[in-house]
């Protein structure tokens, strides 16, 4: 029998998608599930590809049925089934072979399980994967944690699988460990603060201008076919243009407001502060579904503090119209910019070297976060490799300072309205924090030495270590 070009573990919906991609793209796969019915359901539904697929029960038959190097795929649930199943593969795997972890796991977890299985015959892998069930059968974004030589085996593979943009896989190598579940946690990071800006971009228009979901379902469609094309965008137009069957409503008006959250933009948020960077953004929009999620207890305060601004509004629709579109772009920029230097961060302090153009280019396609504004980012990384911030890239600051005067006028008429924007607020913030020759920081230090004598610098001399003429008693 002809072995297998590579094994899955894991049949759910991402897994089987996954699996069905590989196939129609002319590789054999070997396939098991724990359960047998979600395999056996594989290959009845498999159709044309079913000759494809080496339906396995074991894992000893899963192993044999796949040529040498072994590479197998793992999807499935983040954590500890991760670490139960690498051990529970083990006994069954020689020299050259390899785990792929394509879940949503932990970098840190993934650099652990690389460095356990160092001194091994075999090898670990982790492996971002974005862009839902759909990528997975048509197409993901792919970050890929290896080693050059594990990487070598199965390229072909996962550039076949791919997305692609003009032709070009949106597949890359990141670096070695768990590069590239840290790059696809920070994708997700990025991929909230987008969704939550969105969010907010709606209730403005909602309350500002009065524009329907219907009507709101138009705009996104047309900014869609501007500079904020984008995956995110064009999905929101079209769920704000579905109507509810059951009630005529659009769909929109009887989903509950509570947010759900796997996780990653937790752990990007949780990732930025120990690394010591700034994501305002993804902080604000975790921070967001977290209120999100307390619905009962915001019906409770909304009693004692009902809704009494009147909103502001603009004379003509279309100017707020504008104005709210360039407010999206300023966000957007701010939001990639803060993610980048995230992934700059990490680079260095776990020595993976990131190619942050690459980054760009392969979410260009296939991923959540894909958007016509990723070319600039790509470009900009071409034109400099040694980029310091996006900011500072002048396609990129050109766009900005032509959009943050909408923001600013956005921002102050929703917060005058009483209309929650924490997340597109925040990216002000930080844009504008970030462009200040001298912060008010120094007032910070000069508190800090008061009560913990920690010591300052100075701006008219060398070295540290300063102290203030505090009052008796400061410290």
């Known amino acids: 029998m002809t072995q297998a070009d590579i094994g899955l573990i894991g049949l759910g919906v991402m897994g089987a998608n996954l699996a069905l991609n590989i196939a129609d793209n002319g590789y054999k796969v070997a396939v098991f599930n724990r359960t047998p019915d ?3 359901a594989l290959i009845k539904n498999a159709a044309h590809l079913r000759d494809q697929f080496i339906p396995c029960y074991s894992l000893e ?10 590479p197998i795929i793992m999807m499935i649930p983040a954590g500890d089934p991760v670490d139960q199943q690498i051990a529970a593969l083990t006994p069954w795997l020689g020299e050259g ?3 792929i972890d394509a879940g949503n796991s932990s970098f840190h977890d993934t650099n652990r ?6 001194d091994t015959p075999f090898t670990f892998v982790g492996m971002g994967v974005s862009g839902g069930a759909e990528g997975a059968r048509h197409g993901p974004s792919i970050m890929v944690g290896a080693s050059p030589e594990a990487y070598a085996r199965i390229e072909p593979i996962l550039k076949a699988i791919a997305a692609k943009h003009n032709g ?4 890359a190598l990141m670096g070695p460990e768990g590069a590239g579940h840290f790059v696809k946690t920070l994708h997700n990071g990025i991929e909230y603060a987008d969704m939550q800006m969105i969010a907010e971009i709606h209730e403005v228009l909602s309350k500002t201008l009065g524009l329907s979901i219907k009507e709101q379902a138009e705009v996104f469609a047309k900014w869609n076919e501007g500079p904020l094309a984008s995956y995110l965008v064009e999905i929101t137009a079209n769920v704000m243009g579905v109507v509810d069957e059951e009630s005529g409503k659009p769909i929109l008006d009887v989903i509950l407001d509570t947010a759900g959250q796997k996780g990653t933009g937790r752990w990007s948020a949780v990732e930025a502060h120990m690394l010591g960077v700034p994501a305002t953004g993804i902080d604000a929009a975790v921070a967001a579904r977290c209120i999100s999620s307390q619905r009962a207890l915001r019906q409770e305060i909304a009693k004692v503090y009902p809704a009494t601004d009147k909103p502001l509004t603009w004379e003509e629709k279309q100017t707020g119209i504008k104005a709210c579109e360039n407010a999206m772009i300023a966000g957007k920029i701010a939001a990639y910019a803060e ?7 990490g680079s260095k302090e776990y020595g993976w070297s990131l190619p942050l153009g690459d980054i760009a280019r392969i979410w260009r396609e296939g991923c959540i976060i894909r958007s016509r504004f990723l070319d600039e980012i790509a470009s900009a990384y071409d034109e400099n490799p040694e980029l310091k911030s996006l900011y500072l890239a002048p396609s990129i600051a050109a766009r900005m300072k032509e959009a943050v005067p909408y923001l600013r006028e956005m921002l102050a008429k929703a917060i005058l309205s009483g209309i929650p924007v924490p997340a597109l607020s925040s990216a002000l913030g930080s844009f504008d924090l970030s462009r200040q020759k001298r912060t008010a920081a120094y007032v910070i230090q000069g508190q800090r030495d008061f009560f913990g004598q920690h010591g ?3 701006t008219d001399k060398e070295g540290s270590g300063f102290h203030g003429p505090w009052p008796a008693g400061g410290a």
């Not at 993610?339 to 961060?345: K, N, P, Q, R, Y």
């Open 38 to 40: 979600q395999t056996d």
């Open 456 to 458: 300052f610098e100075r």
């Open 339 to 345: 993610g980048f230097d995230v992934l700059t961060a």
């Open 61 to 70: 038959e899963l192993t044999a049925a796949i040529k040498a190097p072994r």
């Open 97 to 99: 072979d390899f785990m």
């Open 113 to 118: 399980r690389y460095q356990e299985l160092a």
């Open 168 to 171: 070009e896989p949106c597949c």
